[in-house]
């Protein structure tokens, strides 16, 4: 607050708070990178969710000498809401109990533990959290976080400054990293594209169940699908599933296809979207056009309109994308989207608001489109030929 135009030290103080809380977000990044890295979630769940730091650190890669920095982790991630933390009554070994009787916090190797006298201390004891929910289990999503917080999406940002302050040639931050469009590198490099793949199909098997329970009846009324740059087809797999009569197929490049599971309702077709889409009553494109630029995406949808143009039924386009302050959950997803439209600079791709939508469909010839916000952060778009 200021007085007289003057900032009083408690708004300078809270100012200095908020500056060193932004900048240091990072390490909440890769706080979360360490337990990915760790495995912490599964060490957790395999004690039923609730576990103390010795039982964590008998079930994780940690060595010995950093065991005591392990604690430091734990409580970074307990304050970001990863896990929570609460006190346990443990028994203390003999030693430590007699170490010290007056309540003061000592620290038995793997964390604090406060000593009460009595031959126990107060362990603290880790617990799953919904968040941390996320990373265990079938439907994981921590092989989508572990594609995020790799190296090869981090170090394009630490160049974003200079970046921005010079012409470079490449508008394109991944390239001017690695020297390589992030779908080229995909091609070339299999460790990349199975990081890539695999983040996609746990997003896509995470998204679909919860789209198919909302939203299902966009997929009622038509019987072939074509899942455009459907990645290795998770998404195509629960729609398939949920709706057996309908017939989906899976288009992407080359060098996916050929690592797509076998011997599945769902088909696997290598196309090329910029060239032509194969015939189907609905496309599907999910998480797709934030990748390209408005041009791009007036071509890809053109592809689209003239797949759908020769099916007999549905005929629209269904999209699974962010649309930025889409209602009514717009304010409270707005962070999160607007995060994901500066990190979607990394492929010089963009998060649209509805007009920027809509100007894309017109350009392509659509007639209307619907918006369905029922998907967190994404939503859902129908788009009527
Ligand atoms: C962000 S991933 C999305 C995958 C999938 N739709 C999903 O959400 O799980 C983008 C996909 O576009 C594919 N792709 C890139 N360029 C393509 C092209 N020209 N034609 C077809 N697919 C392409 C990539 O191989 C990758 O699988």
Same mark, same amino acid.
């Given at each position: 607050m200021a007085v007289n135009g003057v900032s009083t030290d408690q708004a300078l103080l809270d100012a200095e708070h908020e500056l060193w809380r932004t900048s240091f977000s990072y390490i909440k990044s890769m706080a979360v %990178?360490?337990?990915l890295d760790l495995r912490l979630a599964d060490a957790i769940d395999h004690?039923? *969710?609730? #576990?103390?730091?010795? /039982?964590?650190? #008998?079930?994780?890669?940690?060595?010995?000498? %950093?065991v005591p920095c392990l604690r430091r982790l734990m409580r970074v991630l307990a304050v970001s809401g990863v896990f929570s933390v609460q006190q346990h009554q443990t028994v203390l070994p003999a030693a430590i109990a007699n170490d010290n009787g007056n309540g003061a916090v000592i620290t038995n190797g793997v964390g604090a533990a406060t000593a009460n006298g009595n031959g126990t201390a107060a362990e603290p004891l880790y617990a799953l959290t919904p968040v941390s929910r996320l990373l265990v289990g079938s439907r994981s999503l921590a092989s989508i976080m572990s594609m995020i917080l790799d190296p090869a999406f981090i170090t394009p940002f630490l160049g974003i400054g200079a970046w921005f302050e010079h012409p470079l040639p490449d508008?394109?931050?991944?390239? /001017? /990293?690695?020297?390589v469009a992030l779908w080229k590198m995909a091609d070339k490099d299999p460790a990349f594209d199975a990081l890539v793949n695999d983040g996609m199909v746990s997003d896509s098997s995470f998204i679909m169940e919860i789209a198919i329970r909302e939203c299902g009846e966009v997929f009622q009324g038509i019987t072939s699908l074509i899942d455009v740059a459907g990645?290795? *087809?998770a998404a195509s797999q629960v729609i398939s599933k949920a709706f057996p009569g309908l017939e989906c197929t899976v288009m992407d490049l080359g060098h996916v296809i050929a690592k797509a599971p076998s011997s599945t309702a769902v088909k696997y077709v290598v196309g090329?979207?910029?060239?032509?889409?194969?015939?189907?009553?609905a496309v599907f494109i999910k998480w797709v056009l934030h990748d390209w630029g408005h041009k791009d995406c007036v071509k890809i949808l053109k592809n689209c309109? %003239?797949?759908i143009a020769s099916g007999e039924k549905g005929g629209k386009i269904i999209i699974m994308d962010i649309v930025v302050g889409a209602r009514p959950s717009g304010e409270k997803h707005k962070e999160l989207q607007v995060l994901f439209d500066m990190y979607m600079t990394i492929v010089d791709g963009i998060e649209r608001d509805e007009h920027e939508w809509e100007k894309i469909f017109v350009e392509a010839g659509f007639s209307g489109y619907k918006i369905i916000p029922v998907l967190g952060f994404r939503s859902i778009i129908e788009v009527y030929p």
């Amino acid at each position: 607050m200021a007085v007289n135009g003057v900032s009083t030290d408690q708004a300078l103080l809270d100012a200095e708070h908020e500056l060193w809380r932004t900048s240091f977000s990072y390490i909440k990044s890769m706080a979360v %990178k360490s337990a990915l890295d760790l495995r912490l979630a599964d060490a957790i769940d395999h004690h039923g *969710g609730a #576990a103390t730091l010795p /039982q964590i650190v #008998a079930r994780v890669a940690v060595h010995p000498s %950093k065991v005591p920095c392990l604690r430091r982790l734990m409580r970074v991630l307990a304050v970001s809401g990863v896990f929570s933390v609460q006190q346990h009554q443990t028994v203390l070994p003999a030693a430590i109990a007699n170490d010290n009787g007056n309540g003061a916090v000592i620290t038995n190797g793997v964390g604090a533990a406060t000593a009460n006298g009595n031959g126990t201390a107060a362990e603290p004891l880790y617990a799953l959290t919904p968040v941390s929910r996320l990373l265990v289990g079938s439907r994981s999503l921590a092989s989508i976080m572990s594609m995020i917080l790799d190296p090869a999406f981090i170090t394009p940002f630490l160049g974003i400054g200079a970046w921005f302050e010079h012409p470079l040639p490449d508008p394109c931050i991944f390239r /001017q /990293q690695h020297g390589v469009a992030l779908w080229k590198m995909a091609d070339k490099d299999p460790a990349f594209d199975a990081l890539v793949n695999d983040g996609m199909v746990s997003d896509s098997s995470f998204i679909m169940e919860i789209a198919i329970r909302e939203c299902g009846e966009v997929f009622q009324g038509i019987t072939s699908l074509i899942d455009v740059a459907g990645g290795l *087809g998770a998404a195509s797999q629960v729609i398939s599933k949920a709706f057996p009569g309908l017939e989906c197929t899976v288009m992407d490049l080359g060098h996916v296809i050929a690592k797509a599971p076998s011997s599945t309702a769902v088909k696997y077709v290598v196309g090329d979207m910029f060239e032509s889409i194969p015939p189907a009553d609905a496309v599907f494109i999910k998480w797709v056009l934030h990748d390209w630029g408005h041009k791009d995406c007036v071509k890809i949808l053109k592809n689209c309109k %003239k797949s759908i143009a020769s099916g007999e039924k549905g005929g629209k386009i269904i999209i699974m994308d962010i649309v930025v302050g889409a209602r009514p959950s717009g304010e409270k997803h707005k962070e999160l989207q607007v995060l994901f439209d500066m990190y979607m600079t990394i492929v010089d791709g963009i998060e649209r608001d509805e007009h920027e939508w809509e100007k894309i469909f017109v350009e392509a010839g659509f007639s209307g489109y619907k918006i369905i916000p029922v998907l967190g952060f994404r939503s859902i778009i129908e788009v009527y030929p």
